[in-house]
T-cell receptor, first 113, second 116 residues
């Protein structure tokens, strides 16, 4: 059974049109992460939540926002997607911070037209 | 500076061949953690192994084995008798302390293609 679920699997949006990607987990983990992965590249951390504490990476554009309304759900909002934001977006969880293994969802492949 | 270097971008082998993926890391910490993840075509990264810096014992899990050598800052991964299902991108990653937090750095990945 999937423990980290991302919806949708594929998302198409228009240039400049806000889009929200969702992630849910059944593991009751404290930490939830959002990674961006472009083709043939390593995943790049955008931000993470430790419980309700939001931690933004220094180089994450302001265009990217996140919400975590409760333990189980986390959302990635892209306010004005550009062509360069087309990528796979991966959600991950861990019980504590990253010295333990991460559990990843299957990702959402975002296309920007 | 690159924290984790995976020298091989792509490796192609024929089924039943052994394949070794190299991983070299860089850290000043004495306590750190090393990981390998597998990303099949479906996209989900799957955890394979975690090793802490104080445990240099090599590990074997079925056809997978890992060789951790602190002296050379390497954490290499070998797939023995490869199978088509092993075709995936493999990422090595390093977790090290940054203040009160831990930072995970991924290598660029090695794409393994196993041909029948």
């Amino acid at each position: 059974d999937a423990m980290v679920i991302q919806n949708p699997r594929y998302q198409v949006t228009q240039f400049g049109k806000p889009v929200t990607l969702s992630c849910s987990q059944t593991l009751n983990h404290n930490v939830m992460y959002w990674y961006q992965q472009k083709s043939s590249q390593a995943p790049k951390l955008l931000f993470h939540y430790y419980d309700k504490d939001f931690n933004n990476e220094a180089d994450t554009p302001d265009n990217f926002q996140s919400r975590r309304p409760n333990t189980s759900f986390c959302f990635l909002d892209i306010r004005s997607p550009g062509l360069g934001d087309a990528a796979m977006y991966l959600c991950a969880t861990s019980r504590v911070k990253v010295k333990e293994k991460l559990f990843f969802g299957s990702g959402t492949q975002l296309s920007v037209l | 500076a690159q924290k984790v270097t995976q020298a091989q971008t792509e490796i192609s082998v024929v089924e039943k061949e052994d394949v070794t993926l190299d991983c070299v890391y860089e850290t000043r910490d004495t306590t750190y953690y090393l990981f390998w993840y597998k990303q099949p075509p479906s996209g989900e990264l799957v955890f394979l192994i975690r090793r802490n810096s104080f445990d240099e014992q090599n590990e074997i899990s079925g056809r997978y084995s890992w060789n951790f050598q602190k002296s050379t800052s390497s954490f290499n991964f070998t797939i023995t008798a490869s199978q088509v299902v092993d075709s995936a991108v493999y990422f090595c990653a390093l977790s090290e302390a940054q203040g009160n937090d831990y930072k995970l750095s991924f290598g660029a990945g090695t794409t393994v293609t196993v041909r029948a």
